[in-house]
């Protein structure tokens, strides 16, 4: 009988991302050029990019078996996508291929001065995945889905909140009674409020040298994700977050924030 490619190693279970992967065309400059100038970047590097699939990233390199789950078509850069999948160890066997459209495609600007990344997004005529997709997998073989249920500083501010505990409060009645909720805010570190009704914190974790803030949010939310599955509490889960998170912005990309 073949093994079951959902299933880690010793028959442990998985952690399944849903949601976006795209490709990153990342230009490291020194400082972010003003507009309608010309400048020569640092660097330039293909990336495999999105909030899911970088979640993917960090938790294949904290250990944890993982799949991705989302929508790709055929072409070169889904070629690319998948062939970094594989050479991660994250398991593509749910990625829905669609028939039409395009990968998305991200063009990134790293500030190496300020550490700021600037992203805009081609999100193309892609189709999302559907609940008949997700119908096929074997939920059985997951002990995590992960479906960007954490609140972002992005979202939060947007909805008039000025701080995560403040943001945490406020949509806490949103949510299903027993849930959890986490917000990270950048350099103020993480919040979470739990079941009870606790409020826990975190600190940042900041590096000696600010180099690429470039998916730190993934990063926090894969490395929460990883130590609350591993029935870490949840205030050291967000702490385990954070100091991921902040080995991530002293480093170009993954490779060397474990």
């Not at 899911?52 to 390199?61: E, F, G, K, P, W």
């Not at 479906?147 to 009645?173: M, N, R």
């Not at 180099?211 to 990063?219: H, N, P, S």
């Not at 939310?221 to 991530?248: E, M, V, Y």
Request: glycine share 10%; hydrophobic share 40%.
């Amino acid at each position: 009988m073949a093994a079951n490619p959902s299933a880690g190693p010793a028959g442990e279970k998985r952690i399944m991302c849903v949601g976006l992967v795209c490709l990153d065309i990342i230009s490291v400059v020194e400082a972010y050029p003003a507009e309608d100038s010309d400048s020569r970047c640092v660097s330039q590097r293909w990336q495999r990019g999105g909030n899911a699939s970088n979640s993917c990233t960090v938790l294949a390199l904290l250990g944890a078996p993982c799949s991705f789950m989302g929508s790709l078509a055929p072409g070169h850069s889904a070629d690319f996508i998948v062939a970094d999948f594989r050479r991660r160890g994250v398991d593509v066997t749910h990625v829905a291929w669609q028939p039409r459209g395009d990968v998305p495609c991200a063009c990134c600007v790293v500030s190496a001065t300020s550490g700021s990344r600037t992203i805009v997004l081609y999100d193309t005529n892609l189709p999302d995945v559907t609940a008949r997709d997700f119908e096929r997998v074997d939920l059985s073989q997951y002990k995590w889905i992960h479906w960007e249920v954490f609140i972002s500083k992005d979202l939060a501010q947007h909805l008039g909140y000025q701080s995560a505990p403040e943001a945490l409060q406020g949509l806490h009645s949103c949510v299903q009674p027993g849930a959890t909720l986490i917000c990270a805010w950048a350099e103020k570190g993480a919040d979470a409020l739990g079941p009870n009704g606790e409020l826990v914190h975190s600190d940042a974790f900041p590096p000696e040298t600010l180099v690429d803030t470039l998916g730190a949010g993934d990063t926090f939310n894969a490395a929460t994700i990883f130590a609350l599955s591993a029935g870490k509490s949840l205030q050291d889960a967000i702490t385990f977050g954070c100091q991921i998170a902040g080995r991530k912005c002293g480093i170009q990309g993954f490779d060397s924030i474990v």
